[in-house]
């Protein structure tokens, strides 16, 4: 065997638990794996991949190997079985492909566990909170449950159909924290889901519009997801430490994964301190993650906060705010291969509901992203703000300039917040000037003020401020405009705020 295929990693802990994920098949041995290793996992294509595990103490000094056999198709790793029992084993990097693999454990001569339909594609890591987590089976099955994710402001007929695609496989956890390893529900404690028929059911919605559009692009390419996304939870939960780290994060390691999809913030936007916290809580997790997965570059996409007007959660604003410092934030060891959706735009007008509609629409927004960054190619954005300074002809004028490349062709458009709108619907041409600009002087208190597009630069004015000093765009919780700014990629400008350079 060589040595690409030997790993050299941390051990999985000794107390893992041994539900399904223990099996027995050669009447005497016994072999511990991650719940995770089953029927229908899907690996990461192009990416070493490390399974750790446990055998009885009397197998120590062994080899454990793991073969994969699919079509003509053939991989091994293997490694020794330390004195404790426990190994860690590499697999080799494969090339996805529509091909099911089956995955087979031997100690020396002899098979002590077989997993079938494996799958070798994009594997991507769901996380957040409920708006990441929202499906049809956990949010909207029962009309009590659809009354309350819903806020009553949509109706059945509203919500999106689910995908089916026997090429997307996916983890959805049970609840419970008292799991040492990623917990299983009862419906997938033998085999990974299916986005088929009733298992789609357990998919969040923006995890399965992301894989149609990744399965467009690459047909051949099978898409898995192992969803961490726990509705009504603060970040702190999520962070190294958090027990929802400890209870769904840490347990994947090992795993090389395509990207991790974020998508939380409400309940940080619930207090003042939690929402000033954000910015350097944001960062901490995705260094974080990117430290248990192994790639200092791992792609990470996060949704900033969309519009909403109900109970509780009066900070956003901020949180947003925060959302958008990330793209420069010094926390963050790499800024390669982050991508922020803005989705102030994609409610379809249900922004009375925490959970809004539109959940397609940031989905094919952050595979845009995700698929660019793939290709080596522009990735898509919206028109980020840079800095702002007084014109100095006029200082009840200030001149908003943006991040060179998403600033092309600034246009006002009419966002569509209908029921009806979709990705390409999304906006529309308006002859209305762009609205949601407010400014301040040395007193801080903020006055409308109007804007113009000039060139690739943005101009704000207003008559009741002799020194602009601050600007703010799209400064409220549920910001109702008829005109907002887009760029030629049709992706809306980030509500921001501003201090103003002299």
């Known amino acids: 065997m060589t040595l690409s295929f030997i790993l050299l990693f941390a051990c999985f802990p000794a107390d893992a638990r041994e539900s399904k994920k223990t099996l027995q098949e050669n009447g005497n041995t016994t072999l511990s794996l991650p719940s995770y290793v089953m029927d229908g996992m899907v690996l990461q294509q192009n990416k070493t991949t490390t399974l750790n595990g446990s055998a009885p103490k009397s197998s ?11 079509g003509k198709h053939k991989y091994a790793g293997s490694s020794t079985i330390g004195k404790t029992g426990k190994f860690s084993i590499k697999l080799p990097r494969i090339k996805g492909s ?7 454990f031997a100690i020396a001569t002899t098979v002590v566990k077989t ?89 969040g919605y923006i995890p399965q519009f992301f894989a149609q559009q990744l399965r467009k692009k690459y047909p051949n390419i099978p898409v898995g997801f192992i969803q961490t996304a726990w509705g009504g ?21 090992g795993l090389a994964v395509a990207g991790v999809l974020w998508y939380q913030g409400e309940d940080d936007s619930g207090t003042m301190d939690s929402a000033l916290r ?38 956003n604003t901020i949180v947003r705010n925060a959302q958008l410092s990330i793209l420069d934030s010094s926390v963050i060891a790499s800024h390669k291969n982050l991508g922020m959706t803005v989705s102030i735009d994609t409610d379809k007008g249900t922004s009375k509901a925490i959970h809004p509609l539109g959940k397609e629409i940031v989905a094919q927004r952050m595979a845009n992203q995700w698929i660019a960054m793939n290709e080596h190619t522009t990735v898509p954005s919206g028109p980020l703000p840079k800095e702002a300074h007084l014109d100095p002809k006029d200082q009840s004028t200030a001149i908003v300039t943006f991040k060179t490349g998403a600033n092309v062709k600034l246009q006002a458009k009419r966002p569509n917040y209908t029921t009806n709108a979709t990705f390409d619907t999304i906006a529309s041409a308006t002859n209305t ?18 804007a113009t597009i000039a060139g690739d630069a943005l101009r704000v004015h207003s008559n009741e401020v002799n020194h602009i000093t601050q600007i703010q765009y799209l400064w409220k919780s549920n910001p109702d405009c008829s005109s907002i700014i887009y760029n030629s990629s049709y992706l809306p400008l980030s509500p921001f705020t501003l201090n103003v350079n002299r």
């Open 115 to 203: 997993v079938h339909d494996v799958c070798v594609g994009e594997l991507f890591i769901a996380a957040g909170q409920s708006n990441m987590e929202i499906n049809y089976n956990d949010y909207l099955k029962s009309d009590s449950a659809f009354k309350a994710n819903t806020s009553s402001r949509y109706t059945r007929d509203n919500i999106p159909k689910n995908i089916n695609d026997q090429y997307v496989h996916f983890l959805s956890p049970a609840r419970d924290l008292n799991a040492k390893d990623y917990p299983l529900r009862d419906v997938e404690k033998d085999t990974w889901l299916t986005a088929t028929g009733d298992g789609a059911n357990y998919l």
């Open 278 to 315: 954000y910015n350097i809580s944001f960062a901490t997790l995705i260094n974080d993650y990117r430290d248990l997965f192994n790639d200092e570059t791992l792609p990470f996409f996060y949704v900033q906060l969309a519009r909403y007007d109900g109970y509780g959660y009066i900070y």
């Open 60 to 70: 120590s000094g062994k080899t454990i190997s793991v073969t994969l056999r699919g």
């Open 98 to 104: 529509l091909v099911q693999y089956t995955m087979e």
């Open 233 to 253: 939870t603060m970040i702190s939960h999520h962070i190294k430490g958090g027990d929802i780290y400890k209870n769904r994060i840490a347990p994947l390691q």
């Open 433 to 450: 000037p762009p609205s949601g600009f407010q400014v301040a002087d040395g007193d801080g208190v903020m006055h409308n003020a109007t």
